[in-house]
Each structure stands twice: as C-alpha cells, then as structure tokens.
C-alpha cells in the first residue's frame, strides 16, 4: 500500500512541480519584472529546488561525450554490450582518428566497474567512469530498476548477482585476455565471491580486485547503516521495507525494496552530513533516488553480509545452475592483486570493514595487496569529487598498471564438488 501512496502522492505533486519549474524561470530572468525583485534570485532557487524534489526523474544517462587523453578530445560511444533481466553491461568504447592515440588506447587494461545495486542508479558512478576512460577501456554492470522487470522474468538473488559478474569477468576475459574489477560498496562481497568462486573452479582471475568502501566485515566499526540491519531482525525486513511494484509499472506485483524507502533511510540516519551536503552534490542523489531492488536479492544481503557474516566466517555457499552448492573461499584467490580503499569519514562502511579482504585472501602475496585510507573523505568521496580525482584515482591506476602483466595469474587445479551428507558441496581436486 506504501508504494502505491507514494506513486499516487508523485502524481498528485507533477502540477505543482510545473509551476515551481515556471516560477523558478520568472524570478530568474533578468527582463521579468519579478525578475528585479532583490532576492528574486533566492526565490528562484527555493523554487526550483521545490520543482526538483516534486517532479518524477527518469533514469539519468551518463552523458560522457568525450574525454580528454593528453592532447587529444577523445569521443565516447555508450553502447551495452550484455544484457541481462536486470543489468545491462555498458561499454564506454573510445574513438580517436590520431593513429598514435589509437595505439596508445588498444594497449590500455581493461576494467569493469561494477556499480551499487541500491536506491541509486549506476549513474551516480559517473564521475569514477569519466576519470578512469583516460587511461582504461571502461565497463560498467548499470542495474535495471526492478519494478521495471516483468514478473515473467524470475527472481533475482544475491547468487544472481554473484553470477552476473562472473559471467561479466569471462566475457571480457575472454574478449581481451584479460580484465582488473574494481567495486564500489556493496558490490565488494559479491564480487570477492565471484572472484573466489572462479579461484575454485581453476578459472582465469582478474589481474586486479580494487575493493571501495565495502562492508566486507560489517562487524568492525559498525554505522548506523550496519546497526539497522544487525539489530532488526530478519522477518522485521520482510514485514517492513518489502513492498509490491503498483499495476502502472512492468513489474506490477513484483516484491521489491523501494528506492525512495532506501534514499530516506539514509537521510534519517544520517541527517546533518545530507542537510549539509553541496547543492549541486544534492541534485546528482535526488536523480537517482528512485531505483527499486529485488526483494530476495535485498533480504538475502542482510543475512549474508549484515546478519550471519557469512563471508568472514567462511559458512557462505552460492547455488550454481544446477543447484549445487559452492563454498566462497577468497583463500583459493592465488596471483590477483588486491587494493581496498575506504574514506576516513565513511558513515556508510565504517573503518576496517573494507580492509578486512586482506585477512581473507591469504592467497595473495603481501607485495601484491595495498590499503588506502584517503584522509577527510567520507563514502562518496572516495569514488567521486576532488578526492577521487586527486587521491584516489592516481594510486587505483597505478596500481591497475603496476599488476597489468600478461600471464600474471595462471588457473589453478580445478576442483570438483561432491555433494555431501548435509547437502552442502566438498571439493575434490581433479
């Protein structure tokens, strides 16, 4: 019934977002005699925020046209390359008429972002995405808004999510040879056990993992975000947060965690860090508070990750298409380079909680792991704004580049699962 009042209550406010729109226009233009008014400009703007929090924002595009490399204006063609029920693989490929540029591009690692499946759209990654075109081929997993997956579909859980990007890694391992991952919050656990998963089985690895402000062990300086949702019980979710997408939508009686739910949550927990936020920074958030997830996928992450600790206690299996279980073991993880970032002011994944991946992936070399704490950053400066550009992004592509070697990491012995007595998966190495 929420999300029906809500949509009806988004209707109910488009007329008046139209006039907001039209006023905001008035006291702005300088010919208008409104317009001449001396706090016409701070009319203007209370109405034009007005109009931006009233009106229904469609999904907002990437609108990266052209990047800079050296001298040269490089363009940029969006295209998606995979496309899946509920992610779309977006390639950012790179276009250049200068035969010396087109060298330069065609030797450049390649990597895939992948983006938070949350209250916000890929597109709040833009500015990681523009930074990293300069010196990387880029693609990026831009998840579908659930209500907008028909029912027909299936569902999606967190094992969907750990396979989407292992078929991810294949395909760009199998198409370049090789690949670097780099995730941003709560992708890091899926993706570790994407990654281990592939160790387990004898796959070919991703060169580089660079982990970013992830709650790999949620138990370490727990946030509010954390604290919700280890104190409130599992079936508080269920009863709570879950709700059915409304007959105007795609997916009409899909359950799913509203996007609005999961944007308001955050400004309740955390009201003066959003109050005092940069306008324009506020304007980028409210564009992308509207994405609805999967509720199996959403409920399955709060036990997983925030309830059981499933990952660091190392009781996590993930379901393969034939039903059979696979034991996450980031251990088996052998030749991939690791780098965890986090911010020193992270409200989101507290500090530790990224870092914890070193503990895990005993496999890899002390020479090929690094931690970053990026001093003043809170959780989206670590992947967007002057930080990132200045902080961050330099010591990520330098690391991408210093563990960019042909053949660097070689499959390891298969390993075979045999179903067991309790219905859980062994290994057998083959």
Avoid at 16 to 43: C, E, H, M, T, W
Avoid at 402 to 426: C, D, E, F, M
Wanted: proline fraction near 6%; charged fraction near 20%.
């Amino acid at each position: 019934m929420l999300y029906q009042i809500y949509e009806t209550q988004r209707s109910l406010m488009e007329p008046f977002a139209d006039f907001a729109q039209a006023a905001a226009k008035v006291y702005s233009n300088p010919i208008s005699p409104l317009g001449q008014n001396p706090f016409s400009q701070r009319i203007s703007a209370t109405y034009d925020l007005m109009y931006r929090l009233g009106k229904d924002y469609e999904k907002p595009q990437f609108g990266i046209n052209t990047v800079a490399i050296g001298d040269q204006e490089i363009a940029i063609h969006e295209r998606i390359e995979i496309d899946k029920p509920f992610c779309e693989l977006r390639r950012f490929k790179r276009f250049s008429d200068d035969p010396a540029t087109l060298n330069r591009l065609k030797v450049q690692p390649v990597v895939l972002i992948v983006a938070p499946l949350s209250g916000h759209y890929a597109t709040l990654l833009r500015d990681t995405v523009r930074t990293m075109l300069a010196d990387h081929k880029v693609y990026v997993t831009d998840w579908k808004n659930a209500r907008l997956v028909p029912l027909s579909e299936g569902e999606f859980h967190l094992d969907d999510y750990v396979h989407y990007i292992r078929e991810f890694i294949q395909h760009l391992q199998k198409h370049y040879g090789h690949c670097h991952v780099i995730s941003v919050c709560q992708p890091t656990v899926p993706v570790l056990a994407a990654v281990s998963l592939m160790a387990s089985q004898g796959e070919k690895l991703p060169k580089s993992m660079t982990m970013m402000g992830g709650p790999i062990d949620a138990s370490k300086s727990p946030t509010a975000v954390n604290n919700l949702a280890m104190n409130k019980s599992f079936e508080w979710f269920e009863n709570n947060v879950i709700f059915r997408v409304p007959p105007n939508f795609p997916g009409a009686g899909r359950r799913v965690y509203p996007g609005f739910m999961q944007h308001t949550g955050f400004v309740a927990m955390n009201p003066d860090r959003h109050l005092k936020s940069h306008y324009d920074y506020f304007k980028d958030l409210i564009k992308g508070d509207n994405s609805s997830a999967e509720s199996d996928y959403y409920l399955e992450t709060i036990r997983t990750v925030f309830q059981d600790f499933a990952l660091v206690k190392g009781t996590w299996d993930v379901r393969n298409s034939s039903g059979e279980a696979e034991r996450v073991r980031p251990q088996d993880i052998k030749g991939t380079a690791l780098l965890t970032v986090e911010g020193e002011l992270d409200d989101i994944s507290g500090s530790g909680q990224t870092q914890a991946a070193h503990q895990l992936c005993t496999g890899i070399v002390s020479q090929h792991k690094k931690h970053l704490e990026v001093p003043g950053a809170g959780h989206y400066g670590i992947f967007s704004g002057r930080r990132w550009r200045e902080i961050v992004f330099p010591q990520v592509r330098d690391f991408i580049l210093a563990h960019h070697v042909v053949g660097q990491n070689k499959p390891t012995p298969s390993k075979k699962l045999v179903p067991t007595k309790t219905g859980r998966a062994s290994r057998k190495t083959t």
